[in-house]
């Protein structure tokens, strides 16, 4: 998922190996359900060429981010949920609307495909989190001088598995910037980014919310501030919009507070800032 403001452009990943710098600014209309929408099929020829290949295997995007707005500066990290990533330099992404490149096939193409697309620079963080409630902090600096392709971004041992990854800007730390922390169960809260140490690549994290009797796992990280609201969205289809502000902040030991009533059979899928 990737929020843009102000009609900004966005760069999508596809599985046929190619980067697409895609203008938002066509989406001129808003749809109240499905059936004036075409299929994804007919969505994807918008964005990439048709051919013999295509059709036979039509591609998926698999992650999304908006577009870096100093490329000179800026870097992309793409997150598999498999635990590999790579870390591209925004001047080898399309500069223009419309235009694709195939700058990282490889990985797109490959058996685990990137679900993550984070912009970041040096004055950046990285937050990622797993499904065992732990979040690790990477600094955007190091990432940069580092290796490009990195075999294991967070360890995970057994089935745990990468739930997401947000980025920080550094100097907003002190302003009290927060992450915002949603579970499958429908509970959440927001914690002082400044609780969490700055990692190397490949370790553990720490945890960043308690698992309760009915929590569930971390599902959604999200960088947040008291102005701005989070849309947490269900498996059955329910939205609700949260104001920032309304949350008391917590630490992160704790579970947190419950955010959203939920069904029987039913759990909170994803949750973004906006």
């Not at 096939?105 to 732990?134: C, K, M, Y």
Request: charged share 25%; hydrophobic share 40%.
């Amino acid at each position: 998922m990737a929020v843009v403001r102000g009609g900004g452009d966005v760069w999508l990943f596809a599985t046929n190996g190619e980067t697409l710098r895609f203008p938002t600014r066509t989406f001129d209309r808003v749809h109240k359900d499905d059936s004036d929408v075409a299929d994804d099929s007919e969505n994807l020829s918008l964005c990439f060429d048709r051919d013999a290949k295509w059709l036979e295997n039509p591609p998926r995007v698999c992650a999304a981010c908006p577009v870096a707005t100093d490329a000179e500066q800026s870097s992309v990290l793409l997150v598999a949920p498999g635990g590999r990533a790579l870390v591209v330099s925004a001047t080898e992404l399309p500069a223009d609307s419309g235009k694709r490149c195939t700058a990282v096939t490889e990985f797109l193409t490959s058996e685990w495909p990137p679900q993550w697309a984070v912009v970041f620079d040096d004055h950046h963080d990285i937050f990622v989190g797993t499904t065992e409630n732990r979040i690790i902090r990477l600094s955007g600096k190091a990432l940069r001088a580092g290796s490009k392709s990195i075999d294991e971004l967070v360890a995970l041992p057994g089935e745990e598995e990468y739930i997401g990854a947000v980025t920080v800007v550094d100097t907003a730390l002190a302003l009290g910037n927060y992450l915002a922390t949603v579970t499958t169960g429908g509970y959440g809260k927001i914690i002082l980014a400044s609780e969490f140490e700055v990692s190397k690549v490949g370790a553990r994290g720490i945890l960043g919310q308690k698992k309760g009797k009915n929590s569930g796992n971390l599902c959604t990280i999200e960088a947040v501030d008291p102005s701005r609201h989070l849309l947490i969205g269900t498996l059955y289809g329910t939205v609700l919009r949260i104001r920032v502000g309304d949350l008391p902040p917590s630490k992160r030991e704790n579970v947190g507070l419950k955010l959203i009533h939920l069904v029987e059979g039913d759990q909170v899928t994803c949750a973004c800032a906006c």
